[in-house]
């Protein structure tokens, strides 16, 4: 089992809103398709733990490092993304996707080809260290949408992606 954790979430799970720094909110792992996956709460959406829940905790969120972009290492966005290849959930598909732009950016991953699964286009890639193939369906997302998922996962930091 894989114990790749992200770091907190700036929205809340359940209600979409965002998690403000300096304020408390429950976090909570749980195991879905043989991987630990964390889901963060704000109090006014927490409604206690789930019951497959392997532990939760009450934290505080911490605030946005002002301390300029941090780089993230394409290995460690490759691992997430490869945790994400599986997961039958719309919005770690659109993670996927993000990543997977990201990805082919910083040449860790490789656009093989582009073929049609049940009339949606979908990205055939591969990793550069030979992994794959990885099948990525292609998301209409705004740019808004993007920029918040890549906030998301990189913690207020997109630059980091570049």
């Not at 398709?33 to 969120?61: F, I, K, N």
């Amino acid at each position: 089992m894989d114990f790749n954790i992200r770091p907190i979430s700036r929205v809340c799970a359940a209600t979409g809103e965002s998690l403000v720094a300096g304020s408390t909110c429950w976090s909570v792992l749980v195991e879905e398709e043989g991987r630990m996956v964390r889901h963060d709460y704000s109090l006014e959406g927490w409604t206690g733990p789930p019951g497959a829940a392997v532990g939760y905790w009450q934290c505080e969120v911490p605030a946005e490092s002002g301390s300029g972009p941090r780089l993230i290492d394409p290995d460690s966005l490759f691992d997430y993304f490869v945790q994400l290849c599986e997961s039958p959930n719309t919005v770690e598909q659109d993670y996927q996707y993000v990543l997977a732009l990201l990805l082919l950016r910083k040449r860790r991953l490789i656009l093989d080809q582009t073929v049609e699964i049940d009339d949606r286009p979908v990205m055939r890639l591969n990793g550069s260290g030979g992994e794959g193939p990885f099948d990525v369906e292609e998301r209409e997302l705004t740019e808004q949408q993007i920029l918040q998922l890549q906030d998301q996962l990189f913690g207020g930091t997109p630059e980091a992606a570049a």
